[in-house]
Nanobody
Framework: QLQLVESGGGLVQPGGSLRLSCAASGFTLRYYAIGWFRQAPGKEREGVSCISSSGGSTNYADSVKGRFIISRDNAKNKVYLQMNSLKPEDTAVYYC???????????????????????WGQGTQVTVSS
């Protein structure tokens, strides 16, 4: 079964940092653009960031630009989301997913639509609170 597994979430104070990891089970990440999404209680799932298969193209939601950095290490079959200057409004379950459109190596146009992604993981909880 092709699935992604997120890790690295936790409780952090406002202004703190976390690094989330996304690892693949059953397939090789290097052939896919990968997106990070988040979902807060009572809200729809929203796109946070996306990275092309080569890592040469990235994009971000306006709410996280300048604070979050997406990267990937294809040799390790992982994608990362470095989250800095965290705010309480960043509190959510964070998910990674692989692009499943025909052009799977590139991110879809922003804002990224969750329906264009697959192999969702179970998510990792990020809580920003003092």
């Amino acid at each position: 079964q092709l699935q992604l597994v997120e890790s690295g979430g936790g409780l952090v104070q406002p202004g703190g940092s976390l690094r989330l990891s996304c690892a693949a089970s059953g397939f090789t990440l290097r052939y896919y653009a990968i997106g990070w999404f988040r979902q807060a209680p009572g809200k729809e799932r929203e796109g946070v960031s996306c990275i092309s298969s080569s890592g040469g193209s990235t994009n971000y939601a306006d709410s996280v630009k300048g604070r979050f950095i997406i990267s990937r290490d294809n040799a390790k079959n992982k994608v990362y989301l470095q989250m800095n200057s965290l705010k309480p409004e960043d509190t959510a379950v964070y998910y990674c997913a692989a692009v499943i459109t025909t052009v799977q190596v590139m991110c879809p146009m922003w804002p990224i639509n969750p329906s264009l992604f697959g192999s969702w993981g179970q998510g990792t909880q990020v809580t920003v609170s003092s």
